[in-house]
């Protein structure tokens, strides 16, 4: 993990190489809490763009106090959550992800479809907090702080969307 605090030194000084370093160490961490929001491909990486601007545009404000990459995904969630109110109404189908409307010549396409699979049974709090903890790899009191919730509670969700993912799996096994 690189040295958040030099690099955003560095990106003060409008240093490019490590503005990239820090982009390459946290872009799938901020495109998973957009996307847990979102659900749209297309929106979550117009968003990360966003937020990558935001971050940029506000990065003579950070103070060290919090941690980067918590105060980095904090922008992202509430980016999302703002479009996601704007847009709640709004229904998108992303053709690629129906595979019976235009089937996918990637080998991996039925382990993705599967994994939305799973996680479509799980509510937006619940998706949030298990792709934080799953892609992300933050720990449980770092997720807590992102998502604004006592660490006990972000433990309680994340436990009781990982069993409803099992359930799940279960049912899918015996069918």
Do not use: C
């Not at 959550?81 to 990637?106: C, F, G, V």
Request: net charge negative; no cysteine.
């Amino acid at each position: 993990m690189p040295d958040y605090l030099e690099l955003v030194k560095r990106i003060k000084l409008r240093d490019d190489h490590a503005f990239d370093i820090l982009y390459e160490d946290t872009k799938y961490s901020v495109f998973s809490i957009i996307f847990a929001i979102v659900k749209d491909r297309y929106v979550a990486e117009d968003l990360m763009q966003d937020t990558y601007m935001k971050m940029l545009q506000a990065i003579h404000q950070y103070n060290g106090k919090a941690k980067f990459k918590t105060w980095l995904l904090t922008i992202a969630k509430n980016l999302a959550i703002d479009y996601y109110r704007k847009n709640a109404k709004i229904t998108t189908i992303d053709l690629q992800l129906d595979e019976y409307l235009l089937p996918s010549h990637d080998d991996r396409s039925y382990e993705k479809l599967e994994s939305e699979m799973y996680l479509n049974v799980l509510d937006i709090e619940e998706r949030q907090i298990v792709l934080l903890k799953v892609v992300s790899e933050l720990k449980h009191h770092e997720i807590a702080k992102i998502v604004g919730k006592p660490l006990g509670t972000v433990m309680w969700i994340y436990n009781k969307a990982i069993k409803k993912m099992q359930k799940l799996g279960e049912e899918d096994s015996n069918a």
